[in-house]
């Protein structure tokens, strides 16, 4: 005889943002849709059965910034984190593709390829055509959009203006770490790519990184930052809740570190800007290397950071310790839109993925308690809001016919105990269940994935002004 559920999730309290409730409940699921939120469903009829007591359920947190393509740990990460569907922002889709095929464990994910001077365009200063023939390869190799690494691998500020123009006019997804040839990844920066979306659609990634006080206070420039988003409500945004940062420290001919932010980061803290200052920082614990240990991308620092960073001739990333200040963090993840009452920076993200930094479950709880924003907002900047910047309609939330994607967390540890994506469980106790993750992408990426035997499903970006809205 047929059961009722597949999967029933008993007795957990379940937040939903969009349906408005924080209520002790049931959760049943059949094939990969929720079918049923009520108390007193009957476990005799459920397949499997997870015991919820004390646990709180809530929409599968969807990460709208990740990095996946640093190493094989992503996935495996992400998992435990309580993931269930993420954005790449940088890897190329054929690499994340190699990984997710071996190293997946059943999350959903999509990618934005980077545009990356002497890598994939010859040089800063790419002209329309250049640019086009970017997005299109971009496209058809898997990927939903596409970004401009301004504060590592800057544009000139024509090329970037002309980037973002020319995704505007043919509907494609454009996101934009703030930053050129000549403005850093900072206010001065965020300023210019306002300027160049020139109230179009544009995602602008982690508001905090641009408020680390180069020109005034921290709370003063996040409050500039919300005040620029709020005037363009075109632009979407997210926020991370991490005082580290993540980039690549890899080194020129000359013993000069490539990426800016590494550059900035260097001088901001006295270290020369060359090799020899990245050592530095690494030998006195403000920067960490990344190492792949037991499946997880782990943080060295000190005498064997520095050996780790020579041994790999500095062809390795690595993270700069309290470059976030807390008052930009919370500001960001605070700040609401007046007289809407609506969050300002939309979401919350890590910009994490192997970056060991996905923190948005353990601290945005932490933030609850310390009335940042209540369980409900908390879901509604971590799951509803990514969902529909992502146009993925069918999750963040735990309506009847929504894609099963579940986290279920300890309130109190804030750590993941179960995540459930499409009906499948991926984490369970702090056991990873292996799995083939599912991609998304425009139509014209799909003979991309099917090429590879990855599942996938095609979304077509949504770029009008986004529903911000905190009631259903």
Same mark, same amino acid.
């Given at each position: 005889?047929?059961?009722?559920? /597949?999967?029933?999730?008993?007795?957990?309290?379940?937040?939903?943002?969009?349906?408005?409730?924080?209520?002790?409940?049931?959760?049943?699921?059949?094939?990969?849709?929720?079918?049923?939120?009520?108390?007193?469903?009957?476990? !005799?009829?459920?397949?499997?059965?997870? !015991? @919820?007591?004390?646990?709180?359920?809530?929409?599968?947190?969807?990460?709208?910034?990740?990095?996946?393509?640093?190493?094989?740990?992503?996935?495996?990460?992400?998992?435990?984190?309580?993931?269930?569907?993420?954005?790449?922002?940088?890897?190329?889709?054929?690499?994340?593709?190699?990984?997710?095929?071996?190293?997946?464990? +059943?999350?959903?994910?999509?990618?934005?390829?980077?545009?990356?001077?002497?890598?994939?365009?010859?040089?800063?200063?790419?002209?329309?055509? !250049?640019?086009?023939?970017?997005?299109?390869?971009?496209?058809?190799?898997?990927?939903?959009?596409?970004? #401009?690494? +301004?504060?590592?691998?800057?544009?000139?500020?024509?090329?970037?203006?002309?980037?973002?123009?020319?995704?505007? /006019?043919?509907? #494609?997804?454009?996101?934009?770490?703030?930053?050129?040839?000549?403005?850093?990844?900072?206010?001065?920066?965020?300023?210019?790519?306002?300027?160049?979306?020139?109230?179009?659609?544009?995602?602008?990634?982690?508001?905090?990184?641009?408020?680390? +006080?180069?020109?005034?206070?921290?709370?003063?420039?996040?409050? %500039?930052?919300?005040?620029?988003?709020?005037?363009?409500?075109?632009?979407?945004? %997210?926020?991370?809740?991490?005082?580290?940062?993540?980039?690549?420290?890899?080194?020129?001919?000359?013993?000069?570190?490539?990426?800016?932010? &590494?550059?900035?980061?260097?001088?901001?803290?006295?270290?020369?800007?060359?090799?020899?200052?990245?050592?530095?920082?690494?030998?006195?614990?403000?920067?960490?290397?990344?190492?792949? #240990?037991?499946?997880?991308?782990?943080?060295?620092? @000190?005498?064997?950071?520095?050996?780790?960073?020579?041994?790999?001739?500095?062809? &390795?990333?690595?993270?700069?310790?309290?470059?976030?200040?807390?008052?930009?963090?919370?500001?960001?993840?605070?700040?609401?839109?007046?007289?809407?009452?609506?969050?300002?920076?939309?979401?919350?993200?890590?910009? @994490?993925?192997?970056?060991?930094?996905?923190?948005?479950?353990?601290?945005? #709880? !932490?933030?609850?308690?310390?009335?940042?924003?209540?369980?409900?907002?908390?879901?509604?900047?971590?799951?509803?809001?990514?969902?529909?910047?992502?146009?993925?309609?069918?999750?963040?939330?735990?309506?009847? @016919?929504?894609?099963?994607?579940?986290?279920?967390?300890?309130?109190?540890?804030?750590?993941?105990?179960?995540?459930? &994506?499409?009906?499948?469980?991926?984490?369970?106790?702090?056991?990873?269940?292996?799995?083939?993750?599912?991609?998304?992408?425009?139509?014209?990426?799909?003979?991309?994935?099917?090429?590879?035997?990855?599942?996938?499903?095609?979304?077509?970006?949504?770029?009008?002004?986004?529903?911000?809205?905190?009631?259903?």
């Amino acid at each position: 005889m047929p059961t009722r559920f /597949d999967l029933l999730i008993k007795d957990v309290q379940a937040v939903d943002s969009l349906n408005k409730f924080n209520v002790q409940s049931d959760i049943g699921i059949k094939g990969s849709k929720i079918t049923a939120v009520a108390q007193g469903l009957n476990k !005799e009829e459920a397949s499997t059965v997870i !015991e @919820g007591n004390f646990l709180t359920a809530i929409p599968g947190l969807i990460d709208t910034h990740v990095h996946l393509g640093i190493s094989s740990c992503g996935f495996n990460m992400l998992t435990r984190a309580g993931v269930t569907t993420a954005l790449d922002m940088s890897g190329t889709s054929q690499d994340i593709a190699k990984t997710a095929l071996k190293f997946g464990t +059943g999350i959903t994910y999509g990618t934005l390829e980077a545009i990356i001077p002497g890598t994939n365009i010859a040089n800063n200063d790419p002209s329309t055509e !250049e640019i086009r023939q970017f997005v299109e390869n971009a496209l058809s190799n898997g990927s939903y959009g596409v970004k #401009i690494l +301004g504060g590592h691998f800057p544009l000139t500020p024509a090329a970037s203006k002309r980037m973002v123009r020319f995704c505007q /006019d043919n509907g #494609i997804y454009i996101a934009w770490h703030a930053g050129s040839t000549e403005n850093g990844s900072d206010m001065k920066g965020m300023r210019e790519a306002v300027t160049a979306a020139a109230g179009g659609f544009l995602h602008l990634p982690h508001i905090n990184a641009y408020c680390r +006080g180069s020109f005034a206070s921290p709370p003063s420039e996040t409050m %500039e930052a919300l005040e620029l988003l709020q005037e363009n409500p075109a632009i979407i945004s %997210e926020s991370y809740l991490s005082p580290r940062n993540g980039a690549n420290l890899i080194c020129d001919e000359n013993g000069i570190p490539k990426s800016k932010i &590494v550059l900035n980061c260097l001088r901001k803290n006295n270290f020369s800007e060359d090799r020899e200052g990245v050592r530095a920082a690494i030998r006195k614990g403000f920067l960490a290397v990344m190492k792949d #240990i037991n499946h997880e991308t782990c943080l060295i620092e @000190g005498q064997e950071g520095v050996e780790f960073f020579d041994e790999q001739d500095s062809k &390795v990333s690595g993270s700069f310790d309290n470059i976030n200040p807390l008052s930009s963090r919370l500001l960001a993840a605070a700040g609401r839109r007046y007289p809407a009452n609506e969050f300002t920076v939309d979401a919350l993200a890590t910009d @994490g993925g192997c970056i060991p930094r996905n923190v948005t479950l353990k601290t945005g #709880i !932490e933030f609850v308690r310390m009335g940042v924003f209540t369980m409900q907002e908390f879901v509604h900047k971590a799951c509803l809001m990514p969902a529909r910047m992502l146009n993925l309609e069918n999750k963040g939330h735990l309506s009847i @016919g929504a894609d099963a994607d579940i986290t279920i967390f300890n309130p109190q540890t804030g750590k993941a105990e179960f995540v459930i &994506v499409q009906g499948r469980t991926l984490l369970s106790r702090g056991i990873l269940h292996s799995g083939t993750p599912t991609a998304f992408c425009t139509d014209k990426g799909l003979s991309f994935y099917e090429r590879k035997n990855l599942p996938v499903f095609s979304v077509t970006p949504n770029l009008t002004r986004l529903n911000r809205s905190l009631n259903p």
